[in-house]
């Protein structure tokens, strides 16, 4: 039994920590699972969460990790009714073996309400299995439980840089002003490896305020010989010069995708089409 007496719906018994959903917060020096979920942040979770999508915590994760491969449990922690924010973690293992991990903050309080994608990464066994896809269409799916028509994320990690674009992502324009400097200096190191017309294309995208240029810079398909060293005993990769530019240059970009913005929305549609055949 609770040790709250309350009127609110569903608490305790949906705010509960299971195998499968689990509510935890950091004590400061190490994370831990609560047995449920504090009666004020239910009680918003209710207000807020509930209010709009009709989802208690579990059914949110069912949204959230349908049909993810290797999905093992989740993690729902800093519900924060002060900033109308919450997270979710999501963990696959594969067996003892992790496999992959993604988490999202929903803001729900700003204007307009925005969904961050944190992280979405898996073990180099575990890729190119459909995780990303699926997970950017359960992404979405949750996006449109609350309405939300801005998805957010840093691309990072070894491809991000140059994958994000790929499903309707751009640099925010300031991020863009920053990136440009370091793709031209890897565009300078690899010219002689490019026909003129392609080094043309590129500096002319990359003297462009507009950041939906980074989509020229990803369709540079030129194959090159990759910068990165290769593995002993490995011969060298050949990727397009557009990777090179982009996952091989040294940036990071925070993003977002517009669902309202037809380029990107039929981008983000036909990518996942595409991968989720």
């Known amino acids: 039994m609770s040790r709250w007496p309350t009127l609110v719906p569903g608490f305790p018994d949906e705010f509960r920590s299971d195998e499968t959903t689990r509510f935890t917060r950091y004590d400061g020096t190490k994370w831990v699972v609560d047995e449920e979920l504090g009666l004020e942040q239910a009680t918003w979770w209710v207000d807020t969460v509930h209010e709009r999508t009709k989802l208690y915590p579990a059914e949110l994760i069912d949204v959230l990790s349908g049909r993810l491969p290797h999905f093992a449990h989740a993690e729902i922690y800093g519900v924060d009714p002060v900033e109308g924010s919450f997270r979710v973690g999501l963990i696959g293992m594969d067996g003892l073996t992790f496999a992959s991990m993604s988490g999202h903050t929903l803001f729900l309080d700003e204007r307009p309400a925005r969904l961050n994608i944190d992280l979405a990464g898996t073990e180099k066994d575990y890729r190119r299995q459909g995780y990303a896809a699926q997970l950017l269409s359960n992404t979405f799916d949750l996006a449109m439980r609350f309405e939300i028509r801005l ?30 400097p370091h793709i031209k200096a890897m565009l300078r190191l690899i010219e002689d490896r490019l026909p003129p017309d392609d080094v043309r294309y590129a500096e002319e995208a990359l003297d462009s305020r507009n950041p939906e240029r980074i989509r020229d810079i990803v369709r540079m398909g030129t194959p090159v010989v990759s910068t990165r060293i290769a ?29 309202d913005d037809d380029p990107s929305w039929a981008l983000f549609e036909d990518r996942i089409r595409k991968a989720m055949r």
Do not use: M, N, R
């Open 151 to 180: 998805i957010s994320l840093k691309a990072q990690l070894e491809d991000g840089p140059f994958v994000w674009p790929l499903f309707g992502f751009v640099p925010t324009p300031e991020e863009w002003e920053t990136l440009k």
């Open 231 to 259: 593995q002993p005993g490995e011969p060298e990769a050949v990727v397009s010069a557009g990777y090179v530019l982009l996952a091989e240059s040294g940036v990071e970009w925070y993003g977002v995708l517009d669902l």
